[in-house]
Structure formats: C-alpha cells, structure tokens
Nanobody
C-alpha cells in the first residue's frame, strides 16, 4: 500500500488548507482511513477517521467543527478540509489506513499503513 499526502504548507491563523491523500496498491474502498498529526516534541495524535463507505466519521475534540474528513472511493483519495486554523494545528499530518475493516480508527496502534506526511505551519 502506498499513501501519498499533499496539500500542506504555510498559512496564517484563521485560514484554511485542504490536505489530500492518494492511495494505491489496495482496493481503497475496502478500508477505513484516518488522518493523524505530530507536532515537534509531541506524540502522534489522532485527528479524524472515516469508514469505508464514508457514512461515518470521527474527530478529535480539538478539531471538531473546524476540520472535515471525506473520501472519494472512485478516485482513491481521502481529504482533510481544515478551517479556522490556529498555531496549535502546526504539525506534520499523516494519512493512514487500517486493515481492520470494522474499525473507525482513533489510535495509532490501530493503523497498518502510513503516508509520508505533509507539513502544516500556521502562523499567528
């Protein structure tokens, strides 16, 4: 499985970014997907996840109401729309795939494949 994340970059506080992750090597629609992030000196933390069909999603409390995860199974992509960004959102963002098709993953221990990460830097 290959996961290629893109869309990161610098942005001012209050701004928006849209991250995208392209998947290959698997039947994408068969697996739940997630986004995690890791800030300097901190552990990797859960951001959002989505079921195989896209019918259910889950978010970390810190991003609820600001971030939206979505997927396009025809295009093998999962996106993360990030609005009202704050400096606390600065991190490397990773897309991730879980083999357990019944999961809506929220913990890095539930992830089987990681993308390479894309840097998001929010300035005040």
């Amino acid at each position: 499985v290959q996961l290629q994340a893109s869309g990161g970059g610098p942005v001012q506080a209050g701004g928006s970014l849209r991250l995208s992750c392209a998947a290959s090597g698997r039947t994408f629609s068969s697996y739940p997907m997630a986004w995690f992030r890791q800030a300097p000196g901190k552990d990797r933390e859960f951001v959002a996840s989505i079921t195989r069909s896209g019918s259910s999603t889950r978010y970390a409390d810190s991003v609820k109401g600001r971030f939206t995860i979505s997927r396009d199974n025809a295009k093998n992509t999962v996106d993360l729309q990030m609005n009202m960004l704050t400096p606390e959102d600065t991190a490397v963002y990773y897309c991730a795939l879980a083999n357990d098709v019944q999961l809506l993953p929220t913990h890095f221990g539930e992830i089987d494949y990681w993308g390479q990460g894309t840097q998001v830097t929010v300035s005040s």
